[in-house]
């Protein structure tokens, strides 16, 4: 009964109660995206007998049309994936550090940050990744020609895109930095409106010699002079050499194991597993249905667990091919408990109070994420990002895609916040050929051995929080999928020492009785923009599409 009047108080007050509680449901396949276009063309393709990573290659080229704040080929991700017969492994394609890079790269002469420059503009783009991760999954996965999985993307680029509400507000937001940072005749220099179209020719140029040519098409040859000529001609670092050494890298994934969940997700240079295993256990023997869904005391245990895994994340996480991460220690049980002992429902601990623990060895809110599962059973968690949103706001009219501006995710310097708040330490610092870290969690879990859910989130610092409550919303609180997506959301990341609501989601009397006892509450628009699909008991696959953004499932 308390669950029940939980979740009516909460769609009174929530926005999202006039938003659908149940998602799409289909019998066989699934594309969960941020456009309804690289959703249904990534159904398309299974339809016509591709898998699931066969869809991946089309759903990820075609959100680089559909989608360019986040969608893209000048940025780059992480994929997790768990094949229909219970095999599971992640590809990092990450952006890199070019090899010109150094640590005090973004410093003045006197070690201050310089206002912008690892933020805007060409100074701020990491080597591009997402091409290379495409491809790789072509090649160890697919069962389809590539101009089948290119050609769609190709075609969308040349009919163009209709710009939605949602998307025209963004174009208009961003709009002065466009020019800014492009002049007034690029092609994101014009001004937008809902429902106008936009062709990107010379995107499609580019995406036909990356069909035609491979990696060729895009790291080597003539492309990549013009890519590397663009970026350095506005001052950024990115080389040809830079572009023809870069390779994606398949690491293990981090597996967590929660009540009856086995999530498989992302280990660093992704800090999303680590991080949220240490949220999972350290509110692992409370009671968190009876604590209430969203009510003051959840919200609390929540909240005192995030401040302390994000303390960790912090200090410890990097590009492991560069630093010792001490993995096993901070996912300890004992260890976690530790970082529990002076947890208290009386009141909050103060970030000023907490350190990174004694650990033994030492992002955007426009990424953009999509779930696919296919006929057979396999499931692919994919996040990928630009970093800002439309990353660093440069736009190469030639090729047709904007570029990222990952290298603020790296810790400019150490103790200085990126754009999004987080405060990095030693173990992100800048170095040659580095991967940045990033809080993208692509996931994906077992029940009872089989598949489950696939999850993930655009969002920045708040990835991480959003996903683990998606999943704690089916999870514990027996939620559908759209349901639990739905659901409102908080967040907490150790510094700045404050939870981020979403506004209007939660009810007056637990916001007040956060602040009694000495919690800073700051409300948002939104947190994240979760795609998820859910396996239910039938067989049959119910889609999360976030109502936050112009999200949409497609399926068969």
Not at 91 to 106: C, G, I, N
Not at 206 to 222: N, P, Q, V, W
Not at 435 to 463: C, H, N, Q, W, Y
Request: aromatic share 8%; proline share 4%.
């Amino acid at each position: 009964m308390k669950r029940i009047y939980t979740l009516l108080l909460s769609c009174l007050l929530f926005i999202a109660c006039d938003k659908p509680e149940k998602g799409l449901i289909t019998e066989k396949a699934m594309v969960v995206s941020a456009r309804e276009e690289a959703s249904s063309i990534g159904a398309a393709i299974m339809k016509q007998g591709g898998n699931a990573f066969d869809a991946m290659v089309a759903t990820h080229l075609a959100l680089a049309v559909a989608h360019p704040s986040a969608g893209n080929i000048g940025g780059g991700g992480f994929m997790v994936y768990r094949t229909a017969n219970g095999e599971t492994g992640s590809l990092d394609f990450r952006e890199k550090a070019p090899l010109t890079a150094h640590r005090d790269m973004y410093l003045d002469s006197v070690g201050d940050v310089i206002e912008n420059m690892s933020r805007l503009g060409a100074p701020a783009v990491g080597v591009p990744g997402s091409v290379a991760g495409v491809l790789e999954i072509y090649e160890k996965f697919c069962s389809l020609p590539l101009k089948d999985l290119i050609n769609p993307a190709i075609e969308l680029a040349r009919k163009g895109v209709v710009v939605t509400e949602k998307q025209a507000r963004a174009l208009n937001g961003y709009h002065d930095l466009f020019i800014e940072v492009n002049g007034d005749s690029s092609l994101f220099s014009n001004d937008y409106a809902q429902k106008d179209l936009i062709i990107y020719e010379n995107l499609a140029q580019t995406l036909e010699a990356i069909r035609d040519h491979g990696r060729d098409g895009f790291y080597t040859g003539s492309n990549a002079e013009k890519l590397a000529g663009f970026i350095q001609k506005n001052g950024g670092f990115v080389t040809v050499e830079d572009l023809a050494a870069y390779q994606a890298v398949w690491r293990p994934v981090s597996r967590i194991n929660f009540n009856d969940l086995t999530i498989y997700s992302m280990a660093p240079p992704s800090s999303g597993g680590i991080t949220m295993g240490q949220i999972l256990g350290m509110v692992t023997g409370y009671d968190l249905e009876s604590l209430g869904h969203n009510q003051q005391p959840y919200m609390q245990l929540i909240t005192e667990a995030e401040r302390r895994a994000y303390a960790d994340r912090n200090y410890f996480l990097g590009d492991p091919d560069f630093v010792n991460i001490p993995k096993e220690t901070l996912l300890d049980m004992t260890y976690l408990k530790d970082r529990m002992a002076s947890f208290s429902f009386e009141k909050p601990t103060p970030s000023s109070e907490i350190a990174h623990g004694n650990a033994v060895y030492a992002e955007s809110m426009e990424t953009t994420h999509y779930s696919i599962v296919d006929a057979e059973g396999n499931a692919v968690s994919v996040t990928t990002t630009l970093n800002g949103s439309f990353g660093s706001k440069l736009y190469c009219d030639e090729l047709g895609f904007f570029l990222n501006n990952e290298m603020d995710d790296f810790s400019v310097k150490p103790g200085v916040p990126n754009m999004f708040g987080l405060t990095g330490n030693e173990a992100n610092s800048i170095a040659p050929g580095k991967r940045m870290l990033s809080s993208m969690t692509p996931s994906i879990a077992e029940k009872d051995g089989k598949l489950f859910m696939v999850v993930g989130t655009p969002g920045g610092a708040t990835i991480i929080t959003s996903v683990l409550q998606t999943i704690l919303n089916v999870d514990i609180f027996n939620m559908g999928m759209q349901e639990a997506v739905n659901a409102p959301r908080f967040h907490h990341q150790w510094l700045p020492d404050l939870i981020t609501i979403e506004k209007d989601g939660f009810d007056n009397e637990t916001i007040s009785g956060l602040k009694e006892i000495g919690y800073t509450i700051k409300e948002t628009r939104s947190i994240g923009r979760v795609d998820a699909i859910l396996i239910l008991e039938n067989g049959k696959l119910e889609g999360g599409a976030d109502p936050r953004g112009d999200d949409a499932a497609s399926g068969f």
